[in-house]
């Protein structure tokens, strides 16, 4: 357990940009006026307009109950009691630059001032300039960009361009994977939520990915599961028939379905496999892209060139929707002279793309990404690989940078899961125990399963984050609780 917090050795370089978030007593509404927390009429009015008139994603909706938010400063967000949770989930996974980052809000100000929106078919000076930045650090010949407006769409295009440039019309995506919410994206997803959304795109077929905590492979070495789990698709490839396969789709670090860090070799086998049969290699890392594991690209940790790359979230912190592919020039040349059948209203929208240049300008000048490597490997996987031996019901801690899982289980020896697969209602409440008591002392965690992840905003300060780990250690004793 972390119970001294000791700021003095660090190293770490500091984000001068994005201040600690200040002692707040109140917020602002929308017209200026400032409120004290414990306002109740006012968080009475937005729990009342939300619960009669918003329809929200993924959930039974009389089943849920909002917690309503009145402000947030960096890696804090603040309910309108005053309750103070510090993000430990970045939202969903988004908000790499943290909440209310100064640069951010004034380059959307700026652009919006200076031109609100232009059409997609018109040339735009923040558009070409982030489409220009995102080729110089993506790696290869990565060097055109199609912007969407977030990640589903980013995939479905993806997929688009894979099955006219190849002629063929398979997929092939990981088990334990998620793709986003809309059609192709949600056929692609390898967890429960597209189970409701089938029949879906029957081109699309399932595989195994490397996890070697537990391989469906009967792996024990990280070199055997690469092995194995190559071979397994190998098969997969040519049983489903090579000749129809477009494209294979991988998150390069499998985000929401258990941080999964791929094993030394497996990614540079996927390009292998797909360069002897003809196969578009689709790296999603709209989760992992834009600094989470310390990379601009995810991909350029593990030494591969993905034929496709798929963005959204970290590459403007979610502050105005935006996605979009990164292209080879093989692909991107298909198209010279066979017209692209795909577009959107708001491709490359202004203010989306004036916070997305922004963002690469924090980046640059503090350091982003030399810190978020620094915190990984100096402060979490340290902090978090010591609680093995104090909590029993931790039964893998895998992970890189500011993105790592905790996997919880019953029984060590069985690897038994903490919560089914899946659970929900009493099954799940074991889970939502320790989630509980992680709210309870100021930190907002992101669960799954029977996993809790760490993934808090890129900026976070190291006294914040030695907080955060210190309230999922005690919370861990809750989860202890369980254990058979
Ligand atoms: C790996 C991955 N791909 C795609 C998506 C879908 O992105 P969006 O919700 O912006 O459509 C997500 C969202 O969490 C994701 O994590």
């Not at 060097?143 to 002629?167: H, I, L, P, S, W």
């Not at 098969?235 to 028939?241: A, Q, R």
């Amino acid at each position: 357990m972390t119970d001294t917090i000791d700021t003095s050795t660090s190293s770490a370089p500091s984000a001068p940009s994005a201040p600690a978030a200040p002692a707040r007593d109140g917020f602002t509404d929308r017209n200026g006026a400032s409120h004290p927390f414990g306002d109740r009429d006012a968080e009475t009015q937005v729990r009342s307009d939300d619960r009669s008139h918003v329809f929200h994603s993924w959930s039974a909706q009389a089943q849920i109950d909002p917690l309503p938010i009145a402000a947030g400063a960096g890696s804090t967000f603040w309910d309108y009691r005053g309750n103070a949770y510090l993000d430990f989930s970045s939202q969903l996974v988004n908000l790499n630059l943290g909440h209310q980052h100064p640069d951010l809000v004034r380059a959307i100000q700026e652009q919006a001032g200076r031109l609100a929106t232009i059409q997609p078919s018109m040339a735009n000076d923040v558009r070409g300039e982030l489409a220009r930045r995102i080729a110089r650090v993506a790696p290869g010949t990565l060097n055109r960009v199609f912007f969407t407006n977030g990640g589903a769409d980013a995939n479905e295009y993806a997929v688009r361009m894979a099955r006219r440039v190849t002629g063929r019309r398979k997929v092939l995506s990981m088990y334990r994977s998620y793709h986003g919410g809309t059609s192709t994206a949600i056929s692609l997803t390898g967890d429960p939520r597209r189970w409701a959304n089938e029949p879906s795109d029957g081109s699309v077929a399932h595989f195994f990915g490397p996890y070697l905590y537990r391989s469906a492979f009967h792996s024990t070495t990280p070199q055997e599961e690469t092995q194995r789990a190559l071979e397994h698709l190998e098969n997969v490839i040519v049983l489903e028939g090579a000749a129809t396969v477009a494209a294979i789709i991988i998150e390069t670090v499998v985000g929401t379905n258990g941080v999964l860090v791929p094993p030394p070799g497996y990614l540079a086998g996927v390009r292998e496999l797909c360069d002897r049969y003809g196969i578009v290699y689709i790296a999603d890392e709209v989760m992992v892209g834009f600094g989470r594991i310390g990379e601009w690209f995810a991909v350029d940790a593990f030494d591969v060139v993905p034929d496709l790359i798929t963005f959204a979230k970290g590459v403007n912190s979610g502050y105005v929707p935006l996605g979009g592919v990164v292209i080879s020039d093989r692909i991107a040349d298909f198209f010279d002279d066979v017209p692209f059948q795909g577009g959107l209203t708001y491709s490359g929208h202004p203010l989306a793309c004036a916070a997305g240049v922004a963002t690469f300008e924090v980046f640059e000048r503090d350091g982003i990404l030399e810190r978020v490597r620094d915190l990984g490997s100096r402060v979490i996987e340290p902090e978090i690989t010591s609680w093995l031996d104090t909590h029993p019901s931790l039964g893998e801690v895998r992970g890189r940078g500011l993105f790592w899982a905790l996997e919880l289980v019953r029984d060590r020896e069985t690897r038994e899961p903490f919560v089914p697969f899946n659970a929900t209602g009493a099954d799940a409440a074991p889970m939502g125990a320790v989630a509980a008591a992680c709210k309870a002392a100021g930190v907002w965690p992101f669960t799954h399963f029977n996993r809790m992840h760490i993934a808090p905003p890129l900026v976070i300060e190291e006294a914040e984050l030695r907080r955060g780990l210190a309230a999922i250690d005690d919370a861990l004793t809750v989860a202890d609780g369980y254990v058979r």
